[in-house]
Nanobody, 125 residues
Framework: QVQLVESGGGLVQAGGSLRLSCAAS????????MGWFRQAPGMEREFVAA????????FYADSVKGRFTISRDSAKSTVYLQMDSLKPEDTAVYHC??????????????????WGQGTQVTVSS
């Protein structure tokens, strides 16, 4: 099994920045793709970003492209999400995700093997 623990959420004004971190533990050798999803109240969980094992390839949802940056420290089994130019519509619980498959296949909730508990991000207008 793999455990994922997120940190770094909080309250920020529109236009501000936050950096999320997610540390993996357990059978981390089995992880290939890592990423982030988010879920706003009353909405389905949606894909935000994913990154390959090496960190060399990343994918983003259109809604965050150019504003969010995903990165990964494989030695530490940690993935980060730098969020800039935040908007009120970015408000959600952000969940770390890890998968035994490729990052490019992590677009859907059903494709993810492991989930973190989530961290709240609130962007005020």
């Amino acid at each position: 099994q793999v455990q994922l623990v997120e940190s770094g959420g909080g309250l920020v004004q529109a236009g501000g920045s936050l950096r999320l971190s997610c540390a993996a533990s357990g059978r981390t050798f089995s992880i290939i793709g890592m990423g982030w999803f988010r879920q706003a109240p009353g909405m389905e969980r949606e894909f935000v970003a994913a990154i390959s094992r090496s960190g060399g390839i990343s994918f983003y949802a259109d809604s965050v492209k150019g504003r969010f940056t995903i990165s990964r420290d494989s030695a530490k089994s940690t993935v980060y999400l730098q969020m800039d130019s935040l908007k009120p519509e970015d408000t959600a619980v952000y969940h770390c995700a890890a998968d035994r498959g490729l990052a490019q296949d992590m677009r859907n909730v059903k494709d993810v093997d492991y989930w973190g508990q989530g961290t709240q991000v609130t962007v005020s207008s």
